[in-house]
């Protein structure tokens, strides 16, 4: 037997095996795990194998977020100046008036998405006049979710909105009285408004994406992040958007394995885009870095329910049935899995209707198949989820936009969105994630607190203990429970003889510190098929130096990416009661800009 490439040992090493959970040592040679056990395994060494002691640390398996968009996120990442996790709006509004004084033209300022006015202590917005004074020449684009978005007057110019343009189907420019953009964009209900002007800006050089895919996989790497399913996104197009995913693949120079699916980007040319595609490649058409998944998260667009809880839910067009079960046909004619956004459960019901009645003329028959997101899903329709093998990825979007969510539905409605206790009692597959990175962060650790405390990011409980999970149980859902949504359970997702070696060596003990504190853990080591591609402290001399950043303006290169600041340092807001008022107001648009709670002044 061949002496081992790699022993980690002297630590708490949580397996997820059912017959061994918890070990002190694994060895690791091509790629895989050999060997679990105790300090026995180092007899096992050779004078070419490389001896890391964790120190006690808890490590677990490499975490796998079943819904994120990766690819697009990491063409963007070095262009964007991230508020994930910044606890005050004046911590925010100084990262802007900075980044604005180093960013030349024609770039612009974007702060896009991961973040919520209920993280700041001053449980508010930003002003557009505050945004206006902080960057005055600087094109400013702000996402808020999926729900608005807040441009400064530079970049109103920039994007070439006046009183005369006109607004587009499903949004608004929000206008004064003489007709003139304030500056304020809003999805009613539909996003298209917003990722149309976001597309306007300048892009960076193909050499700057391939540096910023690089960074934003490290930084995903710094929280123990080995593996991510790709859901495609909005001006994603394949395969021209897929060249530098690709070129990094080639070079093996990928440090977290990517599952992709491919997501249509032309409404009403829905059945060509994916006639097209069937001929040009096939699900698991690549390998164990990088491969082919299926087809989603957008099918068609007349089925795209935005979650804008800020809106009223929006009721798909009846044209949708008809365009939806062409895609479907042709996707199961083909065997090519597919996954489909549905976030409302009316929308699910007419979804499933679709299914079943292409099931009875082309059998699913094990076809690999999802829903993502399903916050309001009942009984009834998990029912026939589990009756057509189909699985459910969920996301920590509530804990973004929680307080919306009960503010429009009610306490009762979300105490159960979505029902994930009653996904796993029925069987129902089920994967985590986070769906950064516009809407929600991509921390995964914020996804599992949500999953095991229940609570939002900006304090207020969601639900009940009977819709929580045990820490091993969303950390489950992070690891083996995401590894089916890209067929490849067995392969990755716990830490046992066979299985891809893929791990992280945690900051803090996740299974052992305070719910709060699960927030704050990042990763000290993180191993990728047994390479290391992440370490910090004690452990960052064993990994490859850090990349300088391009182009050197980049936020990046400042700040970096999720707010570094230790849970401790800032109080979490828990609503206002004490001071004899409700914690959530509706915020429409006239107030959402206004000064908000005053709370934080005492």
Avoid at 99 to 105: C, G, K, N, Y
Avoid at 148 to 173: F, H, Q, S
Avoid at 338 to 347: G, I, K, N, P, Q
Avoid at 442 to 461: D, E
Wanted: aromatic share 10%; glycine share 10%; proline share 7%.
């Amino acid at each position: 037997m061949n002496a081992p490439e790699l022993i980690v040992h002297n630590g708490k090493i949580t397996t997820l095996d059912a017959a061994r959970p918890e070990v002190s040592a694994l060895a690791m040679a091509g790629g895989r795990i050999t060997a679990t056990g105790g300090e026995e395994l180092l007899a096992s060494a050779d004078g070419k194998t490389k001896r890391i002691d964790l120190k006690g640390r808890r490590t677990i398996p490499g975490l796998n977020d079943s819904h994120i968009h990766v690819i697009r996120g990491g063409l963007n990442f070095n262009m964007e100046l991230r508020w994930d996790g910044v606890p005050s709006l004046a911590d925010a509004l100084a990262m802007l008036r900075a980044q604005a004084r180093r960013t030349p033209p024609p770039q612009w300022v974007r702060v896009i998405g991961g973040w919520t006015e209920f993280q700041f202590q001053e449980r508010r917005m930003p002003t557009l006049a505050e945004v206006n004074a902080v960057s005055p020449e600087t094109p400013v684009f702000i996402l808020h979710l999926y729900d608005r978005a807040i441009v400064n007057g530079a970049a109103l110019r920039a994007l070439g909105y006046t009183r005369d343009t006109p607004d587009p189907p499903g949004g608004e420019i929000q206008r004064d009285r003489p007709g003139n953009p304030t500056g304020l964009l809003i999805a009613k209900p539909n996003a298209m408004l917003l990722y149309a002007s976001l597309a306007k800006g300048p892009r960076l050089s193909y050499a700057d994406q391939v540096n910023s895919t690089r960074h934003f996989m490290r930084e995903l790497n710094r929280l123990g992040l080995t593996s991510a399913i790709d859901a495609g996104g909005g001006f994603q197009n394949y395969p021209d958007d897929y060249r530098v995913i690709e070129e990094l693949a080639g070079k093996g120079e990928l440090t977290l394995r990517i599952a992709y699916n491919l997501f249509t980007q032309h409404p009403k040319g829905e059945l060509a885009d994916f006639s097209k595609w069937v001929t040009q490649t096939s699900p698991g058409k690549g390998d164990d870095f990088y491969r082919m998944n299926g087809a989603g998260e957008m099918l068609v667009f007349s089925a795209a329910d935005f979650e804008d809880f800020l809106e009223p839910r929006p009721d798909l067009p009846p044209v949708m049935a008809e365009e939806l079960a062409q895609v479907v046909r042709l996707l199961a004619e083909n065997r090519w899995p597919f996954r489909l956004h549905a976030t409302y459960d009316e929308s699910i019901s007419r979804f499933l209707d679709v299914f079943e009645r292409v099931d009875r003329d082309v059998p699913f028959n094990g076809l690999r198949w999802f829903f993502d997101h399903a916050e309001t899903i009942t009984p009834k329709n998990l029912e026939r989820v589990r009756a057509l093998g189909g699985g459910i990825a969920i996301q920590d979007r509530m804990a973004f936009q929680g307080e919306y969510f009960r503010e429009r539905y009610g306490q009762a409605a979300t105490a159960h969105t979505p029902p994930v206790r009653r996904m796993l009692e029925m069987g129902i597959p089920v994967g985590a994630g986070t769906d950064a990175t516009r809407v929600a962060s991509y921390n995964p650790w914020i996804s599992l607190y949500w999953l095991v405390s229940g609570w939002t990011v900006g304090g207020m409980q969601l639900y009940p203990e009977g819709n929580r999970l045990s820490r091993e149980e969303a950390l489950r859902l992070y690891t083996a429970g995401s590894s089916w949504f890209s067929g490849e359970e067995g392969k990755k997702g716990t830490l046992v003889p066979g299985e891809l070696a893929d791990l992280a060596v945690l900051s803090a003990d996740y299974f052992t510190v305070p719910e709060e504190e699960i927030r704050g853990i990042e990763a000290l080591l993180t191993i990728v098929g047994g390479k290391i591609v992440y370490g910090a402290g004690e452990f960052g001399p064993l990994a490859p130096p850090p990349l300088p950043v391009s182009p050197d303006w980049s936020p990046v290169g400042v700040y970096g990416g999720y707010h570094r600041a230790t849970v401790g340092a800032t109080a979490i807001h828990r609503g206002c009661a004490c001071h004899g008022h409700r914690q959530v107001r509706r915020p429409d648009p006239a107030r959402l800009w206004g000064p908000g709670c005053d709370c934080f002044a005492f």
